[in-house]
């Protein structure tokens, strides 16, 4: 089992990277493989909404994407964070979660009927940090709401939303004790269901791989 964490800072050694770590580190502790992509050292183009993807569930912009559609396709859980942007996701977030887009499924002639890839073949799980300076919760705005919403839409069971609030400097989060016990517990939930869900499987149809 693998869980890749996906960052949407454009500060590599920031707080959301820090602590969507801390979330994989918890994850390891089950013997779970971890990964983390930082999308600042990807070059990812805006979807453009040609429509390119529509009956092969493929986007056709051949850039970074074309290695991280993979990677996510064979990861059992992702967890993507994202610093607040004026009470949103960062621009390179938003570039990120429009360009699954593809993943998504219409009916030709009603597109009030569809269903995303993942939902179809079952299973993904997802966990959602955001991380903002102020110290209101308020603050924070939209950021995990339009993750969470977004990787809802796209099949993915969200089992934890950690909104992180207080953290401004780049490295501050190292010594937010708070702040990083956000980080392990929603870590260690995700793990948690990983290994409920392959007990259920296992229960229903053999151990799995
Ligand atoms: C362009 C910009 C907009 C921001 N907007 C908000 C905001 O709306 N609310 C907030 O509390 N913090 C806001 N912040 C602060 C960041 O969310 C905060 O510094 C965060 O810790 C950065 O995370 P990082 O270290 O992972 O990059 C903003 C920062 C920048 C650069």
Known sequence: MNVVGISGSPRINGNTSYLIDQALEEIKTFGIDTELVH???????????????????????QDDMQKLYPLLEKADAIIVGSPTYFYDVTALMKAFLDRLYCWEAFDDDDRSVWMSVNEALGGKLAAVISVCEQTRAEDTGHAAMTMQLTLQSLGYRVTDCAEVINLFAKNEAGDNVAAIQQARSLGQKLAKTMLLKNTIRSKYTGPAE
């Open 39 to 61: 999308l600042s050292r990807c070059k990812i183009s805006d979807c453009i909404g040609c429509e390119g993807c529509r009956h092969t569930y493929a986007c056709v912009i």
